[in-house]
């Protein structure tokens, strides 16, 4: 079945970095423009950042710009979040999402992010 | 990159209809058709209810439907069962590869 699976979350320290990976399944992963969505505990969603199918483009929530960077690799299925100078407030479950006719058709399950 | 507005909660009786609307610009709900609406169980991955303002995904009941008019988009939700409680969230398109959610609107059956 069509799958997303995240990992590389867990704890880290103010100005610390992360690289979250998102590995997919099921589909044919470069026909897809991907994005990574977040929500902090008790808060809504928030879209973080776009990819385009070959990686030519991309787009980040004004938050996170200079401090974020996606990629993909399509021989390996992959998506990747690099976090770099992480804060407090991007604490938070970072969800891989398909993009799939201007909507989010596939969620991953998630990936806790804890800035402490 | 203000995000879109729902209102907080909402509630309705079993079997009733309840419809949830969000309010955006004409920079993304109001310029673009790109409207999704998604349910959010509490430690689920949220699920994709509709999407392009009124298509249904394979799978979800004919009881949920989406509308647009203006700068407003709305989902609406008919004879209410107890599993349609959860949150809810609409996104939108809004240009230049940016999307935008609103703040979630948690529904409850009574």
Known sequence: ???????????????????????????????YNMQWVRQAPGKGLEWVTFISLDGSDKNYVDSVKGRFTTSRDNSK?????????????DTAVYYC???????????????????? | ?????????????PGQSLTISCTGTSSDIGGYTHVSWYQHHPGEAPKLMIYEVNRRPSGVSDRFSGSKSGNTASLTVSGLRAE??????CNSFAGNNNWVFGGGTTVTVL
Do not use: K
């Not at chain 1, 320290?13 to 044919?28: H, I, M, T, Y």
């Not at chain 1, 299925?77 to 407030?89: D, G, K, V, W």
């Not at chain 1, 398909?98 to 806790?112: E, H, K, L, P």
């Open chain 1, 77 to 89: 299925s992959t998506l990747y979040l690099q976090m770099n100078s992480l804060r407090p407030e």
């Open chain 1, 1 to 31: 079945q069509m799958q997303l699976v995240e990992s590389g979350g867990g704890v880290v320290q103010p100005g610390g970095s992360l690289r979250l990976s998102c590995v997919a399944s099921g589909f044919a992963f470069n026909h």
């Open chain 2, 1 to 13: 990159q203000s995000a879109l507005t729902q209102p907080p909660s909402a509630s309705g009786s």
């Open chain 1, 97 to 116: 999402v398909r993009d799939s006719d201007w909507s989010y058709n596939i969620w991953g399950q998630g990936t806790m992010v804890t800035v402490s």
């Open chain 2, 84 to 89: 349609d409680e959860a949150t809810y969230y």
